[in-house]
C-alpha cells in the first residue's frame, strides 16, 4: 500500500503484540519541506513525535498516547515578517475498527467531553499522518510578529488618537453643536 502523504510512518497492528506498541517517528529534510509547503510554513526545521499505541481494557480502541515536538516559521498576518513557531503538544487519538463506530443519526449531538474515536479500516495506522494533522491543528492560525501591533493601530486611520482614551460623547452632542451654531 503506497501512501501520498508527505510524512507516512505507517504501523501494522494485527496481530497485536504482547505490551503494546512505543514509537519515535521525525520527519527528514524532504518531509518537513513537504509538510511546511502543505500547511503554508515559511520554513519547517524539525518535526518529531513519541508515544504507545495501546488496546483499551476493552479491546475494541487502540489508543494511541504521545507528544509532538516541532520548530518552524509562520509568516506574520499583518507585517509578513517571520515568526517563530514551537510546539510541544501532548497527542491522544482513540482508533476503533469502522465497523463497530456507530452510524450517525439525521440529528448529530456534539458532546465536547466526549471522545472522537477515529476510524480504522484494516490492520494500519498511519503515525506520521496522525502527527501531521496534530501539527496543522496546533499552529496559530493568525500568527503575529511582536510589532505588528503597531503597525495595525496606525493603520486605523486620521480618527483614531494614540494615548489616553477620550471620555466618550452623547450621541446627541452633533446635534447640540449645529444647533448651537444655528441659534448665534
Known amino acids: 500500500m503506497s501512501s501520498t502523504n508527505e510524512f ?19 520527519a527528514d529534510p524532504v518531509e518537513l519541506a513537504a509538510l511546511a509547503r502543505r500547511f503554508n510554513l515559511l520554513e519547517l526545521t524539525m518535526l518529531r513525535a513519541t508515544g504507545r499505541l495501546d488496546r483499551s481494557p476493552d479491546g475494541r480502541e487502540i489508543w494511541m498516547r504521545g507528544r509532538l515536538e516541532a520548530e518552524g516559521l509562520q509568516e506574520c498576518v499583518v507585517s509578513l515578517e517571520p515568526v517563530p513557531a514551537t510546539i510541544r ?24 467531553d466526549e471522545e472522537e474515536v477515529e476510524p480504522l479500516a484494516g490492520n494500519r495506522i498511519d503515525l506520521g499522518e496522525a502527527m501531521a494533522e496534530q ?15 503597531a503597525l495595525v493601530v496606525d493603520h486605523l ?3 483614531v ?19 448651537e451654531k444655528r441659534v448665534r
Open 157 to 159: 486611520g486620521p480618527d
Open 135 to 149: 501539527l496543522g491543528l496546533c499552529l496559530d492560525p493568525y500568527p503575529r510578529a511582536p510589532e505588528a501591533e
Open 89 to 112: 503538544e501532548p497527542v491522544e487519538r482513540h482508533y476503533r475498527p469502522v465497523g463497530q463506530i456507530p452510524e450517525q443519526a439525521e440529528e448529530v449531538w456534539i458532546d465536547p
Open 161 to 179: 488618537r494614540l494615548g489616553p482614551a477620550e471620555p466618550a460623547k452623547s450621541p446627541f452632542a452633533a446635534l447640540r453643536q449645529f444647533q
Open 8 to 26: 507516512s510512518r505507517v504501523v501494522i497492528i494485527e496481530p497485536w503484540p504482547e505490551g503494546g506498541i512505543g514509537f519515535e517517528v521525525e
